[in-house]
């Protein structure tokens, strides 16, 4: 997450393919609860090239409206922020993840840890101003897909790993129950996973959920 004062590091333009250095228009979707603050912020999105596909109060349904509407990113403009936004931010990010801009006055560490658990991708503490709103968008939604991409990859690690915990399960179970060696229980797996098209992790969980529904011992100790 960025914390951004009143210098914010100028990222570079998002890019179309093949069109040079034209900013892409950003569909954004505003929180404010204040019209006059609300009117300002709307025109300085649309000066900056942006579109404002929807604005919404603090009491309502984000994570709908999100889904909803779909958004590229998501701009939160309040004095303090209250529990309920911050809650409904981190409802966004666990199931429909945007990259969330928070322009707030309120510079207590706790708050600001609060919106970094919530998943905020930006917490501008100083202000919107129109000259620099456009480079805020932008270091926040990078940051938002470097997370992204990292929270991927983690995910991916985590599956390899069970996926090989419960092989290794698997063949011991398969082991016991067909007097195989490790070899013949791993090959046996394997065209078990082949012939019904899923993954050698899926197979060894049929395999373990199988044998604890006959209450069969799987080898794992």
């Not at 093949?18 to 025109?43: E, I, N, P």
């Not at 092989?167 to 060696?181: C, I, P, Q, S, Y």
């Not at 046996?188 to 992790?201: C, D, H, V």
């Amino acid at each position: 997450m960025a914390i951004c004062n009143e210098r914010v590091q100028t990222a570079a333009l998002m890019h179309r393919p093949g069109v040079g250095r034209q900013v892409v228009s950003l569909r954004v979707m505003l929180v404010d609860d204040d019209d006059a603050r609300a009117a300002f912020v709307t025109q300085a999105l649309l000066a900056t090239g942006n579109d404002v596909v929807a604005r919404l109060s603090s009491s309502e349904d984000l994570l709908a409206a999100v889904r909803r509407v779909q958004p590229d990113v998501v701009l939160v403009d309040m004095d303090n922020p209250a529990r309920d936004v911050l809650d409904n931010c981190a409802a966004v990010t666990q199931q429909v993840p945007r990259p969330i801009v928070f322009f707030a006055n309120n510079a207590d560490p706790d708050t600001i840890a609060a919106a970094v658990r919530a998943g905020v991708s930006a917490y501008v503490v100083d202000g919107l101003s129109e000259p620099r709103l456009r480079a805020i968008l932008d270091v926040a939604i990078a940051r938002f897909r470097e997370h992204q991409k990292l929270r991927h990859e983690l995910d991916d690690m985590r599956a390899r790993l069970a996926d090989r915990r419960d092989v290794e399960r698997a063949k011991a179970t398969l082991a016991r129950l067909r007097k195989l060696d490790e070899a013949e229980a791993y090959a046996l797996l394997r065209r078990s996973a082949m012939s019904r098209r899923i993954t050698i992790g899926e197979a060894a969980r049929t395999v373990l959920a199988a044998a604890e529904l006959f209450d069969t011992p799987s080898g794992d100790g």
